[in-house]
Nanobody, 118 residues
Framework: VQLQASGGGLVQAGGSLRLSCAASGSALGIYAAAWYRQAPGKQRELVARISTGGVSTNYADSVKGRFTISRDNAKNSLYLQMNNLKPEDTAVYYC????????????WGQGTEVTVSS
């Protein structure tokens, strides 16, 4: 499966962005999926993950209550709604997919950059 992330940009603290990830080459619905991010000088971290049918989700503590991961398997798409953004959310965000819900990162998109200004 090939993944293409979009929707990043520059936003002020407190603002919102919605990231999208379009899948091609295979049905996204057979994979668990996730969003990872990597900030400058920091290790890559798992932001949120979602099961194949969307019933189960899991979030990093740092984004709980602010970010929502969702998917539309009919549209072969994955989303990340980000509200109340903080400067520490600044990073390159990657969409991923994989068979295992525990580590849904076999396939990676190219990343989309999010910058939150204070």
């Amino acid at each position: 499966v090939q993944l293409q992330a979009s929707g990043g940009g520059l936003v002020q603290a407190g603002g919102s962005l919605r990231l999208s990830c379009a899948a091609s080459g295979s049905a996204l619905g057979i994979y668990a999926a996730a969003w990872y991010r990597q900030a400058p000088g920091k290790q890559r971290e798992l932001v949120a993950r979602i099961s194949t049918g969307g019933v189960s989700t899991n979030y990093a503590d740092s984004v709980k209550g602010r970010f929502t991961i969702s998917r539309d398997n009919a549209k072969n798409s994955l989303y990340l709604q980000m509200n109340n953004l903080k400067p520490e959310d600044t990073a390159v965000y990657y969409c991923t997919a994989g068979i295992a819900y525990s580590t849904p990162n076999r396939y990676w998109g190219q990343g989309t950059e999010v910058t939150v200004s204070s």
